[in-house]
């Protein structure tokens, strides 16, 4: 693989750690880069007022779709690597708005491609108030946010993304990702009862747990 086929998101207040291309390339070089295929390295966040934050920043792993609906964003950009054919898949199921870059490179990873997850660090993840995506937070500041947070169980513009997906791209999916994109989209209008009905039967998780995903519905 040369460097043109190997691409990368970057930030530019990150810190990419030596390595973190090299990584890259010796596991793409491993692979068959006719097929789309999406690695998440890792990293540790840190701000310069309180210095190391948490060990790990990419701590979600999604496998499928349904593992994805309710975490109201996607993987962390800074993290991504990927090969030519999932860039060609980004582009292509692109709709006219999206919510941000690397929520639907999630999307489109988890409906065309395949993901592969490292523990290798590569990137210092700088948290400022400047921030995006608000970024990573120490476990303790997430437990209460989880618990207190008004922010709805689906985020209006999580939710909109995944819509104008699906509507870009529903010919393209399988059988059973059009039905938990439909069901997922009917979500918020089905009676309690019927949302853990479905939760059950078609494994939607947040952080491959069903318990947190009712606790967080129960709680919101």
């Known amino acids: 693989m040369?460097?043109?086929e190997l691409i990368f998101f970057s930030d530019q207040d990150d810190i990419w750690l030596e390595g973190k291309i090299i990584d890259?390339?010796?596991f793409f070089n491993?692979?068959?880069n006719e097929m789309p295929i999406l690695y998440l390295q890792n990293g540790c966040s840190f701000s310069d007022k309180n210095g190391l934050i948490n060990k790990y920043i990419q701590i979600c792993r999604p496998k499928k779709i349904e593992d994805f609906f309710f975490l109201n964003g996607g993987l962390y950009?800074?993290?991504m690597a990927f090969n030519a054919k999932m860039r060609d898949k980004y582009v292509d199921s692109l709709p006219l708005n999206i919510f941000m870059h690397d929520h639907h490179m999630t999307m489109a990873a988890l409906s065309f491609a395949r993901i592969e997850y490292s523990n290798v660090k590569c990137i210092f993840y700088r948290r400022h108030l400047n921030?995006?995506?608000?970024?990573p937070l120490s476990n303790y500041k997430k437990a209460t946010n989880f618990i207190f947070s008004d922010v709805p169980i689906i985020n209006p513009k999580s939710f909109e993304a995944i819509n104008l997906f699906f509507l870009k791209n529903k010919f393209s999916l399988t059988k059973n990702d059009i039905i938990v994109f439909k069901i997922f989209l009917d979500f918020n209008a089905l009676s309690f009862m019927y949302k853990l009905f479905y939760i059950f039967k078609y494994n939607f998780n947040i952080y491959n747990s069903k318990i947190?995903?009712?606790y967080k519905l129960l709680m919101r």
């Open 2 to 4: 040369t460097m043109a």
């Open 131 to 135: 921030n995006v995506s608000g970024g």
């Open 77 to 79: 950009g800074c993290c």
């Open 212 to 214: 947190i995903l009712i």
């Open 24 to 26: 890259a390339l010796k």
């Open 30 to 32: 491993k692979q068959d």
